[in-house]
């Protein structure tokens, strides 16, 4: 597609529950990160894939936290035992560029409510 | 530690207003500062990239400069389509990561 592509838009989970969340980046986009964002915050870096090599997960706020991108396209951010500090809305973006931000485009996001 | 501070929190402009809003970094040496505008229920959309203090970057009615501790985006006569989140953000040098630190946005609000 044109954009970057995030699945599902919405998601309300209860706590506890393991949630996937999906993002299909710009086709041949190399670089892919996720990022998350509180309301009224600004977005906070996760984790960074180049390719399929994850080469930053420093921002995983912890091990409940784990994300893939097994063919070096479409990344799963999967998030184990759901708490209620959770709820945010979950920010995709990709690059062409395996350097720099330029060109960053990022999709609209998975909003995640535990309830 | 690398921070991103915005002000202010929340502007209210009458059509025509020009007005700035301000970026305040501290960094371990700046790759870029990139200022995105966010629309409710989408992801921020990228509007600039500076590089290097004294750069300008103009954009139709918004134009954005950087200094070597701050950024502005100055917005003249806006109108209420410019209404949004302006976010800030700046990329750190070294290491593999290509992060990028947000500031927590200006939220913007354009009368007629």
């Known amino acids: 597609g044109a954009g970057v592509s995030q699945s599902p838009r919405y998601k309300v989970a209860k706590r506890g529950q393991d949630v996937a969340l999906r993002c299909d980046p710009i086709s041949g986009h190399v670089s892919l990160f996720w990022y998350q964002q509180a309301l009224g915050q600004g977005p906070e870096f996760l984790t960074y894939f180049q390719n399929e090599a994850q080469l930053d997960k420093s921002g995983l706020p912890s091990d409940r936290f784990f994300a893939e991108r097994p063919e070096g396209s479409v990344s799963t951010l999967k998030i184990q035992r759901t708490q209620q500090e959770d709820s945010a809305v979950y920010l995709c973006?990709?690059?062409?560029?395996?350097?720099?931000?330029?060109?960053?485009?990022f999709g609209s996001g998975t909003r995640l409510t535990v309830v | 530690e690398d921070q991103v501070t915005q002000s202010p929190e929340a502007l209210r402009l009458q059509e025509g207003e020009s007005s700035s809003l301000n970026c305040s970094y501290t960094?371990?040496?700046?790759?870029?500062l990139f200022w995105y505008r966010q629309d409710p229920g989408k992801g921020p959309e990228f509007l600039f990239t500076l590089y290097s203090a004294g750069e300008e970057k103009e954009k139709e009615r918004l134009k954005a400069t950087l200094t070597k501790k701050e950024s502005f985006l100055h917005i003249t006569a806006p109108k209420p389509e410019d209404s949004a989140t302006y976010l800030c953000?700046?990329?750190?040098?070294?290491?593999?990561?290509?992060?990028?630190?947000f500031g927590t946005g200006t939220l913007l609000a354009v009368q007629p």
């Open positions: 960094v371990s040496g700046l790759r870029g």
């Open positions: 953000a700046v990329q750190a040098g070294g290491g593999a990561t290509n992060k990028l630190i």
């Open positions: 973006a990709s690059s062409l560029a395996a350097q720099g931000a330029r060109g960053y485009t």
